[in-house]
Nanobody, 123 residues
């Protein structure tokens, strides 16, 4: 059974940093591109960042480019999201997801999802 488990969320002041982790099990991790999405209250889930199976290519939403960094460790079956210069607009539940098809920004392209971790940025 595939499991993606996010951790690292919390409450942080604007301008601060958080590092999210996603631990994967039950799949051949290195066969999957990985992505991060987020969903704020009353809004649709939106793409944040994605990384290819090798980590050689990454892709970011314009709203986080230059502030967030996605990375992965295939030996640890984990993907990370380093979030710097956080803003109140970044407040959301953050989800990691796995896509067998490759680097993708649309949620429909992802095969597996985690349960999410809450990030709250205070002003």
């Amino acid at each position: 059974q595939v499991q993606l488990v996010e951790s690292g969320g919390g409450l942080v002041q604007a301008g601060g940093s958080l590092r999210l982790s996603c631990a994967a099990s039950g799949l051949t991790f290195s066969n999957y591109a990985m992505g991060w999405f987020r969903q704020a209250p009353g809004k649709e889930r939106e793409f944040v960042a994605a990384i290819t199976w090798s980590g050689g290519n990454t892709y970011y939403a314009d709203s986080v480019k230059g502030r967030f960094t996605i990375s992965r460790d295939n030996a640890e079956n984990a993907v990370y999201l380093q979030m710097n210069s956080l803003k109140p607009a970044d407040t959301a539940v953050y989800y990691c997801a796995a896509a067998e098809t490759g680097l993708a920004r649309y949620s429909g392209d992802y095969d597996y999802w985690g349960q999410g971790t809450q990030v709250t940025v205070s002003s």
